[in-house]
């Protein structure tokens, strides 16, 4: 490995010492503070190690890694949602007086895991990165150990993410008997000259997909997502919603993209069924739910519908369109999920949708960055979200999908109605004089409201004036 | 940069409302009151420059244009641009304004911030509906009057407050993402034929589309518009949303939102899908009569008096359908006073509802009676009122119809005689309103006031402007000629089967047609 080899890696490997470092702090007795910050410190200096990427790209790093701009882009985006995730644990963890120190070393080894999926082009490099992810989450999830649904999401989540995982490897032993490989580029070069994809090849594909769908929680293999969502404690679910999920959607991407799998009518059909079939079912699941938690759940399967939309199309305007939406998807959940962290008392999470009732007359400010988050999840204008959708359609329309964008459409009109009745709730019953509650850690919760204020302004800076973020997004495109 | 001035002190306002209430709960209706005002002196000192210049007469549409690059990636711009119907529109929107910020002075007491700025957010994004030039600017701005709309029946409403706002948020925002497909339909296309990716309304106008795709790409558009109109299938959210409003709700509901979608077919449908929109025309004024005659129907089976007014609006709305999809002169002429005219009418009605609902605390027509004794003045302008609402001679409203009906009749007479019938069905429901509400025995004990000063003001703005309507409605009509002239030139030339309508024909006709019906108004009043 030479010098560049060091630098290109440079967030990978202090995602990797911040772990054994926030380790070794914990053997000095240190106090949470104390680990809070510092984390918090090791985060920032990861995220910043991003802008001393060599612009050179891509940086290929044999024959498991590469590091080109859509990477550094992805990686951005994610450790910046572990950093923001760090932030709001604080309190969440404090209150519950479970030795919480622990968790900032399993939140580094998760980041890492994410990170390796965005920058791998192997298959073993995939699973490294998505085992470390799970592993690192099946502890995060089952954290709060005296909560009886934290162990069940746990479990359950261990049971079906391992499951997954097998067929996951099962799917890519069939790939590696077909192709002789497991080098996305080699992959792709031994498909090249076919016309149609080999049915062993498919069969392999069709159980990595199975593999793939369990992480990204896209119907059918949906059923784990509300439980975990519900279960697990509310930063963590943040944090399965966003980096999990990205690091998933990233290395899709470019497994596609290398692969030049849009040109195969079979894997399309089922990527489009997935789609479809995820819109619908997660906006109509959501419809009927009393828990923010699981209504938030349910969406989350509609917006991986979504992003697969993005993605279907396989041009340059879909890889946008997947980076915008991902972008502002992250934003928006981080906002939404840290609302309900803040609001989130020492024995219950504010997960039922009446804890929500008059917020707006309690909590005026709260209650708004609350109703940012859910209008740009719905897609409304002026928020992020709105251009997000309005890339997605605008990506499938060019190539012509209009079932699909169709389909969208009637998704997220339906989705309109459980984020607006959250809202109304916000806003319902009027009065009530603003109560002063006495805050166990001022300093920190005020920390976490500026932190959401500024993601808030994101998402409707964002929204009114995406140009910027449309460059960027350009800048760091997945090169076809 | 009139334009950007208008929107922006609006916006400005509201934050700046928003920010002040905090600390002094009158401070908001003040800073409202005082920016819809100016923007309504900038307006009108506008119009009177524009009409005393040269070109009115002439080929320029175009009165003001503002153009600055938004999201250039996408060839969207932020383009606004204003002609007679845009100028005549957003006249109407500030002067509404006024009134909805002056009628709900007394009404809300809590969140007076918030409420203004909601408030002003609406009138914005109206007005930005009224000059948008880009297709994404349009539809951007389309749903940016549809959140602050949805909190101020969802927070300052009554009873079934949250039911309503549902109701009216789902309805608008589903059918304008089926526009925003067809939106970006209309945009694919024009960029693979030209290679020339816009937004732009300009460049679009002329877009080469096949019939089938140029069909379902109208409906995309028309279905968002006649769910605002709204044409009756799709009207079940309107009264729920106007009856459950506050005051100045109900009042932007019926004055604004409702013409927002008359003027989407005016502008887009009907200049970009010139033929679709013809092949469509005779469902479309059959269910405009349907319209007319069902929403009068219903009108007088009500007994609340909020509903009542509502049904109302999809009656009147019924004509406006009709008229647009005459495709002629004078039925476009009649429109744009039909929109203007029920407009103040209507909204005047809502403002005295909500006056009546704030002395007697109930909408209910059965538990109203004999208030004529108690309130005279009241009772006078509720007589005008209806009488403008019924279409009597020398009122506003007398002159839309009659000139919708006159333009409907040239194209299709069986309809226009069934609508003609609505006439009726109007009297008898806006007569019943008035017996049943001021005349007849005292129902309620205790003794009720009459109009304040504020409340004088108020309405002596409307019974003034609905007059000076019905008595000399042609600056009306001079200012919306160049547009409407280019209007029926596309339906003109498109036609084959039509006669050759003359231009100049039409033209003296209308002149004649409104002079005449004002001699004879004034020979009425005398």
């Given amino acids: ?480 | 940069m009139i334009l950007t001035y208008l929107i922006g002190i609006l916006m400005g306002g509201g934050l700046l409302a928003l920010l002040l209430g905090q600390w002094n709960k009158s401070l908001p209706k003040w800073i409202a009151l005082g920016t819809v005002s100016i923007g309504f002196m900038l307006l009108v000192s506008f119009w009177i420059d524009q009409s005393h210049g040269v070109n009115i007469f002439l080929s320029e549409t175009w009165m003001a244009e503002y153009r600055h690059d938004w999201i250039p990636a996408f060839g969207i711009s932020f383009h606004l641009a204003l002609d007679g119907l845009s100028l005549l529109l957003l006249v109407l929107t500030f002067f509404l304004g006024i009134l909805a910020v002056l009628c709900s002075w007394n009404e809300v007491k809590e969140r007076v911030g918030f409420y203004h700025f909601n408030l002003l957010w609406i009138l914005a994004g109206i007005s930005g509906v009224f000059i948008a030039m880009d297709l994404f600017l349009f539809y951007f701005f389309w749903e940016v009057m549809l959140i602050p709309m949805y909190f101020l029946i969802g927070i300052w409403g009554s009873e079934k407050r949250e039911y309503a706002a549902y109701k009216f948020f789902i309805f608008t925002q589903a059918s304008g993402l089926l526009m925003l497909l067809a939106i970006l339909g209309i945009y694919f296309i024009h960029g693979s034929n030209t290679g020339n990716y816009t937004f732009n309304y300009f460049e679009l106008l002329g877009t080469t589309i096949s019939p089938d795709t140029a069909f379902w790409l109208m409906l995309g558009f028309m279905i968002a518009f006649v769910v605002k109109l709204p044409l009756v299938p799709f009207h079940s959210w309107l009264p729920d949303a106007h009856s459950e409003a506050p005051t100045a709700g109900s009042l932007i509901l019926a004055g604004l939102l409702l013409k927002t979608g008359a003027y989407g077919i005016l502008r887009f449908v009907l200049p970009l899908f010139p033929e679709a929109a013809q092949s469509v025309a005779s469902w479309a004024m059959l269910l405009g009569v349907i319209g007319i005659i069902y929403g009068a129907i219903l009108a007088y089976s009500q007994t609340d008096l909020k509903r009542l007014i509502a049904y109302t609006s999809v009656s009147h709305m019924g004509f406006v359908i009709l008229g647009i999809f005459a495709f002629n002169e004078l039925a476009l002429q009649g429109v744009i006073m039909q929109l203007v005219t029920h407009a103040i009418s209507t909204g005047a009605l809502f403002i005295m509802a909500g006056m009546l609902k704030e002395r007697l605390h109930t909408r209910d027509v059965r538990l109203m009676g004999g208030l004529w004794t108690q309130m005279p003045q009241m009772g006078g302008t509720a007589m005008l009122l209806a009488m403008a609402s019924l279409g009597l001679p020398g009122l506003g409203n007398f002159i839309a119809e009659f000139l919708i009906l006159l333009g409907a009749f040239k194209a299709n007479v069986w309809l226009t005689v069934l609508a003609t019938c609505g006439l009726i069905f109007s009297a008898i429901y806006s007569l019943w309103l008035i017996q049943q509400v001021f005349l007849g025995p005292k129902k309620t004990p205790d003794s009720v006031q009459d109009f304040s000063w504020r409340e004088i003001i108020l309405m002596a703005s409307l019974i003034l402007s609905i007059i000076w309507l019905g008595l000399y409605p042609q600056p009306v009509i001079n200012t919306a000629r160049p547009m409407i002239n280019k209007l029926e030139k596309l339906f003109v030339n498109q036609s084959t089967n039509n006669k050759h309508v003359n231009n100049l024909h039409s033209t003296i006709c209308i002149e004649h047609a409104s002079s005449t019906a004002s001699f004879s108004n004034t020979i009425k009043l005398v």
């Avoid at chain 1, 995220?47 to 001393?52: E, G, M, V, W």
């Avoid at chain 1, 097998?166 to 076919?194: K, P, V």
């Avoid at chain 1, 519908?305 to 928006?332: D, E, K, R, W």
């Avoid at chain 1, 609001?343 to 400010?365: M, R, V």
Wanted: hydrophobic residues 55%; positive net charge.
């Fill in chain 1, 1 to 480: 490995m030479s010098g560049n080899d060091f630098i290109a890696l440079s967030p990978l490997l202090l995602l990797t010492g911040s772990s054994v470092l926030i380790m070794l702090l914990i053997a000095l007795k240190l106090s949470h503070r104390n680990i809070q910050l510092s984390s918090l410190l090791l985060f920032i200096l990861a995220f910043f190690s991003l802008f001393y990427e060599p612009d050179v790209s891509p940086h290929h790093i044999e024959p498991l890694l590469v590091v080109d701009r859509f990477a550094v882009f992805i990686m951005g985006l994610i450790i910046f949602s572990g950093l923001v995730v760090n932030i709001l644990s604080y309190i969440y963890f404090e209150e519950k007086e479970e030795g919480p120190k622990e968790y900032y070393v399993l939140l580094f080894l998760c980041t890492l895991g994410a990170c390796v999926l965005a920058t791998s082009k192997h298959f073993i490099s995939l699973f490294l990165g998505l085992e470390i992810l799970t592993v690192g989450l099946y502890a995060l999830i089952a954290y709060l150990k005296a909560r009886h649904h934290n162990i069940e999401a746990g479990i359950k989540y261990l049971v079906l993410a391992a499951f997954s995982s097998a067929f996951l490897l099962f799917g890519m032993a069939l790939i590696y008997l077909q192709t002789g490989s497991m080098e996305f580029s080699i992959i792709g070069r031994s498909l090249h000259s076919l016309p149609s994809l080999p049915p062993l090849f498919l069969t392999g594909l069709g159980m990595m997909l199975v593999g793939v769908g369990f992480k990204l929680a896209v119907v059918p293999f949906h059923m784990w997502t509300a439980d975990v969502y519900q279960g697990a404690p509310t930063p963590v679910t943040s944090f399965i919603a966003t980096v999990s999920k990205g690091g998933v959607i990233a290395v899709l991407l470019r497994f596609f993209i290398v692969i030049d799998g849009f040109r195969f009518s079979p894997l399309m059909l089922m990527l489009m069924s997935i789609a479809i079939a995820s819109m619908i079912v997660g906006n109509l699941l959501a419809l009927q739910q009393k828990n923010v938690k699981r209504i938030l759940a349910y969406s989350s399967i509609a917006h991986l519908g979504y992003l697969l939309v993005a993605l279907i199309p396989g041009s340059v305007m879909s890889i946008q369109a997947v980076s915008f939406y991902l972008a502002a998807y992250f934003i928006t959940i981080l906002t939404a999920f840290g609302i309900m962290t803040i609001l989130s008392t020492k024995e219950n999470d504010a997960e039922d949708i009446e804890s929500y009732k008059a917020l707006f007359w309690k909590h005026p400010l709260l209650a708004c960055i609350f109703s940012a988050a859910l209008l740009s999840l719905a897609g409304i204008p002026l928020t992020a979200g709105f251009v997000g959708k309005f890339f997605i359609l605008a990506a499938s329309l060019q190539a012509g999908f209009w079932m699909i964008a169709f389909v969208l459409v009637i998704g997220s009109v339906i989705g309109l109605y459980y984020y607006l009745r959250i809202i109304s709730k916000m806003f319902s019953g009027r009065g009530g004089v603003p109560r002063k509650e006495q805050r166990s850690h001022p300093v920190f919760y005020l920390v976490s409201v500026i932190v959401l204020s500024l993601l808030t302004l994101f998402i409707i800076w964002f929204g009114v004036y995406p140009s910027g973020l449309i460059y960027f997004v350009d800048y760091f495109r997945l090169n076809m």
